[in-house]
Structures are given as structure tokens and as C-alpha cells.
């Protein structure tokens, strides 16, 4: 049978985009392979955000040659930002690449794989290709038994804001707002597939605006939270820009919205704020978290933050330190400014390398005592979480998400059966330890729904769960 391999690298909006092509493979009658050696078509999904994801999208592609000369019959496609991007240069730069699809070509990428399954209907893999060694890498989010409960859906593509520092509306170009009725339509059948949880995604998702009646995102996201069987909303990524009073308090009104906002600050240094086009001040943005703090008592703050744009001066990067290490977060992405071709600050002059490292140090530092903190008060509670999959990291142990974003980790209970546990998801999970990376500790109890009554793990023949 035909199988195809979809690796992704980058943010939530490639995720959804794999997920998509998934969607496609599987109606054209692929089944999807958990790695590169087992597919007769690859693809990979590309990030260019940052300088080093681009070095490793590049050198993945490079690695795939083995596996494309070992089996000359294996499809290579490269899609997401970086393939937007170098559009024209990479079948030159790697002519083993079969394919190169931009961001705005999902259809017709999902048209190709769909005309080429007939070629791989009887034929069984190259046995060459037993010759090579393991290619490493995952098919995170689209394979496991688990993978189909959080449904990412796309609201809208591009963005229009053209931060100086960010190659997004370069490659992905200015805002698109999908329909409402096709997001809702996304999403019912997400729900319909399993999907516990649906997370909004988009580039400046609280942005969006339906182009049909220019309804706002809290109207969205209330719409799509009557879906019947949904249990859990979440969005990613917002802009602070967009936040006003009356939407986090729409929002707020919204039950099965998670207690997580992500709310990307990227410097508390107001020149440079101003130099990156944030649109936004460091009074501003805290405005913002008052409000969420007011209208979501208890919800988890996250964030992004750049460190060494261009121009930052000490007493910039101190005012985003001092912000940072006084808890306003409960966790944070933290990168070092990396140049991206094409955007206006890469032509500005740079923070010396070592400056930006020493005060990334420092930084990460101190969100990282923060992040524990907010990691150590959940020891002593039981967690509800939802199943992410076997951990990657031990196989001897699942993993899981709280609704404020947690990873949470415990030993495979006893009982442990996937089909089961796919359709029974939700653990309750007894926290005894804490790290920066999130929470350890063991299940006791798991349930079909999050509102639903646990059943123990010690009696797994009497189900006493309740929708
Ligand atoms: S808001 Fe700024 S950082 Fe976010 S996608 Fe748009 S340009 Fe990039």
C-alpha cells in the first residue's frame, strides 16, 4: 500500500498545513508512515523563522538524498516558508527534490500526491533501501493513535503587521481570512474525527475577521465552542496589538476556552519595541495582561522574546530582564535575533554575538526560575491532561498536556492499552516533581471526557465515565 511521511519543522501553522496534507494523503488512499525508510512519498515541511531552522530543513533535505538514491521510485516534496521562499533556487541547490510547493499550494501539492498514488499501487519498496542506515527524524502530530485528539485549524494565512525582524508576510504575504462557515466546517469535522481539543491557529490569529460579515475572533471562537462535542479552544498565536478590553472579555465568557493565552512581548524595551514595528509599548502590553488577569483569573501567560535586536542598548535589554524575572510569565520562548533575508533588520547593524548570548544567558535564567516556580506549585495536585502520546524521550512513559499548556509525564499505568487509552484520553495525573520543562508524577485515573468522572486505573473493567 502506499504510505507517505510528512516531517514538520517550525510553528503551529505548518503543523496545521501537515495535518491537511495528512487529510489529503489519507482520502487518496495513503496510509501515513511514522518514518522516512517506510514511505514511497516524503515530504517535508519547512520553517525559515529563524536561521537555524533553515540550516536544518537544508540539512534534513540533504540527509533524504541517501534514501532517494538508495530507491529512485521515492517521491521527495518540500513545502512551508523556506520552500516559498527559495522557490527558485532549491531544486538547484538539491535536484534530488522531486517537488517544491509553497505555502499558498496545499491543493495542488495534495493534487500531486493524490495523481501519484496510482504509481505506488502494487509496488513494494526498494529493497536497496534496507541497505541504509535509520534516517532519524519524526512524523510528530499526524501519526500515533493520539495524534487525531487536538484538531489544528487554520483561520487565516499571511499577515499584514511586517515586523522588521519577521520573513512571514514576505512568504506567506499580507492577511487572509478564511469564511467563518469553512473554519467552523474544519473544525465540526475535526470533532466528528475525535479531535478533543481544536486549536485555532493563525499568524495574528486575533486578527481575524470573517470576510463575508466581518464578525471578530471572539465571535469565531464562541461560534466554533457550540460545536456539539467539543471540549477544549485553544489559539495560537495572538498579536498584543489586537487585544482590546471587550474581546478578552468575550473571550473570557467562553467555557471551554483554555487558561492559557500566549501574549508574544519579544522586547520590554520601548525603542525597541518601536524598531521592530511592534505597534505596541511596554504600557500597553501590560494593560493587556490587567486585562487578562481581570477577566481570567488564573490563566497561564506565555510568551515569545527576542534577545539582541538590532539597536538594543543595555537598558532595553535590562527593562525586558526586569519584566521577565518578575513573574509576569509562565513560560517563555526565548531566541537570539537571527538575520532573515529580505526583512529591514538585517541590513541594520548588529548586537556583537557574544553581547547577545551573555544577556540570553541571563535571561533564560530567569524565565527558567519563574517556569519552575510555576511548574513546582502544581506538585501535591492531580492534573487533568490530555494524552499527547509515548513520550519521545522514554518509551516507558506517557505524555500529556494541561489545559495551561504543561507537559506533564508519567509511567505507562499497568493497564496501559492505546486503543483504549485513545478513546478514554484525559488522565488525572498525581504531580510529585517539577522541572523547567514541565511536570512528573503517575496517573491514577483516566476519562473519556474532561468534565467526566475518572475511573481508576486499578479497576479497568468497570467503566464508570459519564459524557
Ligand atoms: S505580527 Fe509580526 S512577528 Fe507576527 S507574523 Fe506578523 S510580521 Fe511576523
Not at 510547493?101 to 493524490?114: C, P, S, V, Y
Not at 506517557?398 to 499505568?413: G, K, Q, S, Y
Amino acid at each position: 500500500m502506499a504510505s507517505i511521511y510528512i516531517e514538520t519543522f517550525g510553528c503551529q501553522m505548518n503543523e496545521a498545513d501537515s495535518q491537511y496534507i495528512a487529510d489529503r494523503a489519507a482520502s487518496a488512499g495513503y496510509t501515513v508512515a511514522e518514518q522516512a525508510e517506510d514511505a514511497n512519498v516524503v515530504i517535508i515541511n519547512t520553517c525559515t523563522v529563524r536561521d537555524n531552522a533553515e540550516r536544518r530543513a537544508y540539512g534534513r533535505i540533504g540527509h533524504l538524498k541517501m534514501l532517494k538514491d538508495a530507491d529512485p521510485a521515492l517521491k521527495l516534496v518540500v513545502t512551508g516558508c523556506l520552500a516559498e521562499q527559495d522557490r527558485d533556487s532549491m531544486q538547484r541547490r538539491a535536484p534530488h527534490i522531486d517537488a517544491v510547493f509553497g505555502t499558498k499550494e496545499l491543493r495542488q501539492l495534495g493534487d500531486t500526491i493524490a495523481r501519484w498514488r496510482e504509481e505506488f499501487a502494487d509496488s513494494a519498496l526498494s529493497e536497496e533501501r534496507a541497505l541504509i542506515m535509520p534516517m532519524g527524524g519524526a512524523a510528530d502530530c499526524i501519526t500515533d493513535a493520539f495524534s487525531h485528539l487536538r484538531g489544528f485549524v487554520t483561520v487565516q494565512r499571511g499577515c499584514s503587521y511586517y515586523c522588521t525582524f519577521c520573513i512571514v508576510p514576505h512568504v506567506r504575504g499580507r492577511f487572509d481570512h478564511r469564511p467563518m462557515a469553512e473554519v467552523l466546517s474544519e473544525a465540526r469535522q475535526r470533532v466528528d474525527e475525535g479531535a478533543r481539543e481544536i486549536m485555532l491557529v493563525g499568524q495574528t490569529v486575533n486578527a481575524y475577521r470573517d470576510p463575508v460579515n466581518n464578525d471578530d475572533f471572539a465571535e469565531l471562537c464562541r461560534r466554533v465552542a457550540q460545536i456539539s462535542g467539543l471540549e477544549r479552544l485553544a489559539f495560537i498565536s495572538p498579536h498584543p496589538k489586537d487585544f482590546n478590553e471587550k474581546t478578552l472579555a468575550d473571550l473570557a465568557q467562553i467555557p471551554q476556552l483554555n487558561p492559557r493565552v500566549h501574549l508574544p512581548l519579544q522586547s520590554a524595551g520601548d525603542s525597541t519595541l518601536r524598531r521592530m514595528n511592534r505597534k505596541y509599548t511596554l504600557a500597553q502590553f501590560k494593560e493587556k495582561v490587567a486585562w487578562i488577569h481581570e477577566y481570567m483569573p488564573g490563566a497561564a501567560i506565555t510568551t515569545d522574546v527576542i534577545v539582541g535586536f538590532p539597536g538594543e542598548t543595555e537598558e532595553d535589554f535590562q527593562a525586558t530582564l526586569d519584566y521577565v524575572a518578575s513573574g509576569a510569565f509562565a513560560n517563555a520562548y526565548m531566541f537570539i535575533y537571527s538575520k532573515r533575508r529580505g526583512t529591514p533588520a538585517a541590513h541594520w547593524e548588529q548586537v556583537p554575538g557574544p553581547v547577545a548570548s551573555e544577556r540570553f544567558g541571563r535571561l533564560a535564567e530567569a524565565q527558567n526560575t519563574v517556569t519552575r516556580a510555576y511548574h513546582d506549585r502544581k506538585i501535591g495536585t492531580t492534573v487533568r491532561a490530555l494524552i499527547q502520546g509515548i513520550s519521545r524521550k522514554d518509551r516507558s512513559k506517557l505524555a500529556a498536556r494541561t489545559l495551561d499548556n504543561v507537559t506533564v509525564i508519567a509511567p505507562l499505568p499497568p493497564d496501559y492499552d492505546e486503543q483504549r487509552y485513545a478513546r478514554e484520553p484525559w488522565l488525572d495525573v498525581s504531580i510529585d516533581a517539577a522541572y523547567v520543562w514541565g511536570c512528573a508524577g503517575t496517573a491514577v485515573r483516566r476519562a473519556e471526557r474532561f468534565a467526566g468522572v475518572g475511573v481508576s486505573l486499578e479497576s479497568p473493567l468497570v467503566s464508570l465515565l459519564t459524557a
